[in-house]
């Protein structure tokens, strides 16, 4: 798109991916769509652990990001999750599920996204650690798909009419992009290249909720 502006093609962004890896932008069309079809997966695959005693791990989409990964795992209560943004700890992972064991939790799950490490790779190790079979779920590109969640639908509205009326003003080289409740306008030299940092804040929640 910047190519096209350099070429005196007037044009205007809009963010639409399940990564929801761009910066500039809280959201990203597709992304809350793709969260409810893992968070879904997830809580079928609870009820399974729970009535078999079973560990899954849960494989998502995220080759460079761990913001689907993340998000899935907080939402369905994940007791580990790994993300590519930070170094994979499997020793922490097994000891959560040690210390679950030893209160007598005997169902787990592990949300990894697929730039982390691989579903069948990490299964694999825990189980040579802890001496248990281990389940894995490869979400793969059943989160590509499906029907938009209404938030999806409506941030599509909401991004489409403003990118029309951002043209019809005389903008461009710009995206729209979502600020709280807000949309704006993001110059696109301050999206393009850089790489969209992960909230560390809901990391952390994400390991407190797993304690």
């Not at 940092?197 to 929640?205: A, H, N, S």
Request: with cysteine.
């Amino acid at each position: 798109m910047a190519e096209l502006c350099k070429r005196g093609v007037r044009a205007v962004g809009v963010p639409a991916t399940i990564d929801n890896d761009i910066p500039g932008t809280d959201f990203s069309i597709g992304f809350d769509t793709a969260v409810n079809t893992g968070v879904e997966a997830v809580n079928r695959l609870r009820d399974t652990a729970t009535s078999h005693e079973r560990i899954f791990v849960v494989e998502t989409m995220g080759r460079h990001s761990g913001q689907l990964a993340l998000a899935v795992g907080v939402a369905g209560g994940a007791e580990s999750i790994l993300i590519p943004e930070l170094p994979s700890d499997l020793d922490g992972a097994v000891a959560k599920l040690e210390r679950g064991i030893a209160r007598g939790k005997v169902h787990s799950i592990i949300v990894v996204a697929e730039g982390a490490a691989k579903g069948f790779e990490v299964a694999e190790e825990i189980e040579r650690r802890m001496g248990t079979e281990i389940r894995v779920t490869v979400l793969g590109h059943v989160q590509r798909g499906g029907t938009p969640t209404a938030f999806d639908r409506l941030l599509a509205s909401r991004m489409g009419a403003k990118a029309v009326d951002a043209l019809a003003s005389g903008h461009s080289n710009v995206m729209v992009a979502v600020s709280g409740t807000q949309l704006k306008l993001v110059p696109l030299d301050e999206v393009l290249g850089v790489e969209k940092q992960i909230d560390l804040e809901v990391y952390r929640l994400a390991e407190d909720l797993a304690r």
